[in-house]
């Protein structure tokens, strides 16, 4: 089979190289595996070409994740509102960072910026964020894949509990398959990036 010409070659601009946003804790945890997890994140972002969408922070893990996709060679994207600068360690060598009024605001534009949607380990900040986009998907009021870190079980109380609400009728599987679960970094980026609706050509993103 013969290869389509690339865009450079076609004389086309690239395209928009795809942008995830990741929401993880303002700590870092207990353990040394969920700040390993989130700089392999963000090294895959990087490797990858994808851009980083996030809350803006130096803090815990939103930290590790931006400066290890910084490090990859990202263009990283931080959301902050004015009123968190201090307290979440503004990230003043960012590509961007978008300092904003109110919490509204930082998840509009970080959600409007992002092709798919990522949860590392986190807490109550974490938690909001990942069920209003997962919440949205399930309305259709997005069609962007929506992704679960379960670094070393993290998160089996949560999905527990979940399996529990469907068995109780409250929660439809297909609703619990519109998250996408997976213990290591890599097999769930790969497959956020097989499900966003920005196609992105397969040989895009196996440049590692
Ligand atoms: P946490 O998981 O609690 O460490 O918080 C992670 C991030 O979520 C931080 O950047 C918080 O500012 C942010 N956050 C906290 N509450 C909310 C909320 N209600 N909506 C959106 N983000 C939030």
Redesign the pocket.
């Known amino acids: 089979m013969v290869a389509p010409p690339s865009a450079a070659a076609a004389g086309q601009a690239p395209p928009p190289a795809p942008s995830i946003c990741v ?5 870092t945890g207990a353990g040394a595996a969920d700040a390993d997890a989130a700089r392999r994140v963000g090294q895959w972002i990087g490797t990858h070409g994808w851009r980083l969408v996030y ?1 803006g ?1 130096r803090a ?1 893990l ?1 930290g590790l994740v931006a400066d290890a996709a910084l490090a990859a060679g990202a263009a990283v994207v931080g959301v902050i509102p004015q009123s ?1 600068m201090t307290r ?1 360690l503004g990230h003043q060598g960012l590509t961007e960072l978008h300092v904003v009024q109110t ?1 509204h605001e ?2 509009r534009l970080m959600a409007g910026r992002s092709d798919a949607f990522l949860a590392l380990p ?8 990942l069920f209003e986009v997962w919440t949205w998907r399930q309305l259709g009021y997005h069609d962007k894949p929506v992704g679960l870190l379960n670094t070393g079980g993290y998160y089996d109380a949560l999905l527990a509990f979940v399996a529990h609400a469907a068995t109780a009728g409250y929660v439809q599987p297909a609703q619990r398959a519109l998250l996408q679960v997976e213990r290591e970094p890599e097999p769930l980026l790969q497959r956020l990036a097989a499900l966003a609706p920005l196609a992105v050509a397969p040989d895009d993103y196996s440049r590692t």
Do not use: P, Q, V
Request: net charge neutral; proline share 0%.
């Open positions: 929401f993880c804790g303002s700590r809350g922070g815990g939103m968190l979440e919490m930082r998840k986190g807490g109550l900040g974490t938690l909001e964020e």
